[in-house]
T-cell receptor, first 114, second 114 residues
Framework: DMKVTQMPRYLIKRMGENVLLECGQD?????MYWYRQDPGLGLQLIYI???????SEGDIPKGYRVSRKKREHFSLILDSAKTNQTSVYFC?????????????FGEGSRLIVV | KTQVEQSPQSLVVRQGENCVLQ??????????LRWFKQDTGKGLVSLTV?????DKTSNGRYSATLDKDAKHSTLHITATLLDDTATYIC?????????????FGAGTQLIVIP
């Protein structure tokens, strides 16, 4: 069906609480990404995963960790959330060869940390 | 430093009019360039991918050009519809594989009024 699904879509957490954002894809893509989008800025890469248990830091990994135990599933974890982690988080997936039209995004997870 | 600059930041047009969105970048190397449409509160949806020097693509009312010498791309929308109201995001990939990085512009917000 070529879809990237994110859960939850909306989340409000208190500062210091743990946050789990989940992402699934049904295209058997090797590569999955977590980005955050803030007003006036382009998407910023948090983590990239090249396959199961093959994860690399992106440009802004501090305060985040990830888990990929199955190819179709990629989780973003915030241990002890901070107010500056309030943002919209996007998951994406692609085949290894991405210059073609093979990059798909989820609908976003809107996190508010109070 | 932002490597992908989009202009204008926002644009209002009347339904039926044409519009042109600009993307200038400094990413090197520049393997490919994508345009995405992002409806409010939604994820990014790919409109087109440009790969080669002086590439031109067409997808219905959307057409795009790429000038790699000038590091510049344009997205043309003809006969705009109210549903074209969205943010349009330019993304430059520095490699054709997931081992490269995607560089995102902050987007142009297009509003189509009746």
């Amino acid at each position: 069906d070529m879809k990237v699904t994110q859960m939850p879509r909306y989340l409000i957490k208190r500062m210091g609480e743990n946050v789990l954002l989940e992402c699934g894809q049904d295209m058997s893509h090797e590569t999955m990404y977590w980005y955050r989008q803030d007003p006036g800025l382009g998407l910023q890469l948090i983590y990239i995963s090249y396959d199961v248990d093959s994860n690399s830091e992106g440009d802004i990994p501090k305060g985040y960790r990830v888990s990929r135990k199955k190819r179709e599933h990629f989780s973003l974890i915030l241990d002890s959330a901070k107010t500056n982690q309030t943002s919209v988080y996007f998951c994406a997936s692609s085949s290894t060869e991405i210059s073609g039209n093979t990059l798909y995004f989820g609908e976003g997870s809107r996190l508010i940390v109070v | 430093k932002t490597q992908v600059e989009q202009s204008p930041q926002s644009l209002v047009v009347r339904q039926g009019e044409n519009c042109v969105l600009q993307c200038n970048y400094s990413v090197t190397p520049d393997n490919h360039l994508r345009w995405f449409k992002q409806d409010t509160g939604k994820g990014l949806v790919s409109l087109t991918v440009l790969v080669h020097e002086n590439d031109k693509t067409s997808n219905g009312r959307y057409s795009a050009t790429l000038d790699k010498d000038a590091k510049h791309s344009t997205l043309h929308i003809t006969a705009t519809l109210l549903d074209d109201t969205a943010t349009y995001i330019c993304v430059v990939g520095d490699r054709g594989s997931a081992l490269g990085r995607l560089h995102f512009g902050a987007g142009t917000q297009l509003i189509v009024i009746p």
